[in-house]
């Protein structure tokens, strides 16, 4: 074991020490290589028989890390930049190389289906990267960051991009090392670089070197669960806010934006308090503007409780043209997600995109309170159509039409999102953290002791809360613990709002 000692304000030089009192940490240490040992069978063998060396050690630390079954902790300050040196060196002792893994798990699409396959990352003709990150530098504007799983990426390259269907052009690939930039000509197998010039690329989309129906898994980006209400203090900075948001959601994919037909306001979405906080403090901050913003509100989903159906018949002179068409449809809950799907082999084939994307709109706004629909399957079981007089435009108006009947006739109701929290607090505690969340109608899914050292014991609960409990919660989290408390949380699921809440939501439009 030895000292750590940084002798530089910056961070960037430091020279190791022997400990002084070196006992007072030997039974932490026997306490880790135990540890480490009921992880790792060949390491508890050479521990028992006390023939291991320290190359054993970070062995079975990089075994225990690649299997998921723990993972090293390292101290530092990111504001004093200590101990980023130990850091980096942890990743390249640790974590997987690309040459662990020689296939990658993918995507095709046969027969309008999605297949999964395994590709051989070893073929260096065949380039497959995915985009992970889109961020924008001042003084040379968008850049996508990508990880090369197979092949190369070199500069002025024409590459595909299979999730968007469309060719760009790589300009210029630079590696990023903390606050400076270095241009290279090529990116390989494993490497992650950032290439100048994708203007249509955006987050969790793959690139290839031809075109093929090839993706890799993409990143899960959940919805929205939290919007606020924001508007700046002229109207001549309405243009600069709308670059901004617009600049953000590409950097962000969890972060959404919309105007509210009703008020006109500009709603902004994220995923919880400090997420909305920290996009104000970036708005304000990165692009000089001075923005006021309302208060905090939980992101309702709309479904149905029951199977319904309807139908509109659009007849109306446009112009100088009589336009009509006839739909037919059914809405089914279903547990997650929207799905369309048109049963009626009768409805010519260019009507199709404009009944789905007037049944998409129609889906957007629900019938209760204008929250976007969650869990329904529409099905298009009718149509009749004129081929003199029916058009696209007709067909969009009557399928959008029939989907909101459908779901007035199918006992809408309101959802709202729950949250897997997840606490770890002192022993101390935890019974006034427990009775906390069961004063915010939290269901506790588990209690466990985290960690113990000596007479230190951290404990973790899992509870499913609604996100409307949690407004404040971080302030209230501290004042419980003395400040020596910690949560994270993550969408679960929707559930139904209970019936005296939805009556108040559906009157104020809000809680």
């Known amino acids: 074991m030895k000292l750590i000692k940084w002798i530089n304000e910056d961070g960037s030089e430091f020279i190791y020490q022997e400990i002084p009192d070196i006992k007072k940490y030997q039974d932490q240490r026997i306490f880790m290589l135990e540890e480490i040992a009921s992880l790792d069978e060949i390491f508890m063998d050479k521990y028992l028989n006390s023939d291991y060396t320290n190359q054993d050690i970070y062995q079975a630390l990089r075994r225990i890390t690649i299997s998921g079954l723990g993972s090293p902790v390292l101290c530092g300050s990111a504001i004093k930049n200590i101990g980023i040196q130990p850091l980096l060196d942890s990743v390249i002792n640790f974590l997987p190389s690309p040459l662990d893994k020689s296939n990658q798990r993918a995507f095709t699409i046969e027969n309008e289906r999605e297949k999964e396959i395994f590709i051989d990352i070893t073929q260096k003709d065949k380039l497959i990267a995915l985009c992970f990150k889109v961020s924008y530098f001042p003084s040379i504007g968008k850049v996508s960051f990508v990880r090369v799983y197979s092949g190369k990426i ?8 299979s999730t968007k269907n469309i060719k760009e052009r790589a300009n210029k690939i630079i590696k990023i090392h ?6 290279v000509d090529s990116l390989q197998t494993g490497e992650i670089g950032a290439i100048i010039g994708l203007k249509k690329t955006s987050t969790g989309d793959t690139l290839l070197n031809s075109e093929e ?3 890799l898994e993409s990143i899960y980006i959940p919805d929205p669960v939290m919007f606020i209400a924001i508007e700046t203090t002229s109207r001549a900075d309405e243009e600069k806010l709308f670059k901004a948001l617009e600049r953000l959601s590409e950097e962000d994919p969890t972060f959404k934006y919309k105007i509210n037909e009703e008020t006109g306001q500009i709603i902004i979405s994220g995923m919880g308090e400090l997420h909305l906080e920290i996009i104000i403090d970036r708005i304000q901050k990165e692009y000089n503007l001075k923005i006021y913003s309302g208060k905090p509100q939980v992101e309702f989903r709309e479904s149905i409780s029951s199977k319904a159906e309807a139908e509109y018949e659009f007849y109306k002179q446009i112009g100088n043209k009589l336009q009509t068409a006839f739909i037919k449809l059914e809405v089914i809950p279903i547990q997650e997600g929207l799905k369309i799907f048109i ?8 009507f199709l995109p404009a009944i789905k994307e007037g049944i998409r709109e129609s889906l957007a ?13 529409v099905r298009v079981i009718g149509s009749k159509y004129d081929k003199d007089f029916s058009t696209p435009l007709a067909f969009k108006v009557a399928s959008f039409e029939a989907t909101k009947l459908a ?12 949250m897997k929290v997840e606490i770890i607090t002192p022993e101390q505690y935890l019974g006034s953290v427990i009775n906390d969340l069961q004063s915010r109608n939290s269901e506790i899914q588990e209690i466990s002791i985290y960690q113990s050292l000596g007479s230190i014991v951290l404990n973790k609960v899992i509870s499913i809360t609604p996100l409307r409990e949690m407004f404040g919660y971080s302030t209230s989290l501290r004042s419980l613990t003395q400040g ?3 949560f994270n949380m993550e969408l679960y699921s929707y559930k139904e709002v209970p019936s005296n ?7 104020k439009g809000t809680l």
């Not at 070199?154 to 991009?161: A, K």
């Not at 903390?178 to 241009?183: D, K, L, P, Y």
Request: net charge negative.
């Open 178 to 183: 903390a606050s400076s930039m270095e241009e």
């Open 407 to 418: 779901l007035k006739n199918a006992k809408p109701i309101l959802l709202e999102p729950v």
């Open 213 to 215: 129906k090839l993706f």
């Open 343 to 350: 049963d009626d082999d009768q409805i010519p084939e260019k």
């Open 154 to 161: 070199q500069e002025n390259d024409i590459v595909y991009n």
């Open 501 to 507: 809440i939805q009556e108040n939501i559906i009157l």
């Open 365 to 377: 706004f629900g019938v209760l309170a204008g929250f976007p629909c969650n869990g329904i399957k």
């Open 484 to 486: 020596r408390g910690t």
